[in-house]
C-alpha cells in the first residue's frame, strides 16, 4: 500500500512526499522493483539526476528484461496523459524503452 502512497504523491506534483514514502517501501522489501521504479522518478522530478541514474542501474540490474513499455501496459492509468508524463521521466534517467 505504501507505493500507492508514493504513487499518488509523485503524480499529484508532491514529489517531497513520494520519496520518503518510496523509501519505505523499500526499507521494508528491499528487493521491490515499483517503489524502486517511483523512486526514480521522484528522483528525476526532484531534480536529482544523478540519484535517478544511480537507480535506474538498481532497476536494470534486478530485472535485465525490463522495459518501459512493458512497464506502461500493465499501468492502469485513467489518463493517459499522466503514465505517458511518468515514461518520459523514467526514459530521461536512463530506463530502456
Known amino acids: 500500500m505504501i507505493n500507492v502512497l508514493a504513487t499518488v504523491y509523485r503524480d499529484s506534483g508532491k514529489v517531497a512526499l513520494s520519496i520518503p514514502a518510496a523509501r519505505e517501501a523499500l526499507r521494508v522489501d528491499p528487493r521491490q522493483v515499483e517503489a524502486r521504479i517511483i523512486l526514480c522518478s521522484d528522483y528525476k522530478l526532484n531534480g536529482s539526476h544523478c540519484e535517478a541514474g544511480k537507480i535506474s ?8 528484461m525490463f522495459s518501459l513499455s512493458t512497464y506502461a501496459r500493465k499501468k492502469p492509468y485513467k489518463f493517459r496523459k499522466t503514465l505517458e508524463r511518468i515514461v518520459d521521466v523514467l526514459r530521461d534517467a536512463g530506463l530502456p524503452d
Open 57 to 64: 542501474e538498481e532497476i536494470i540490474a534486478a530485472d535485465p
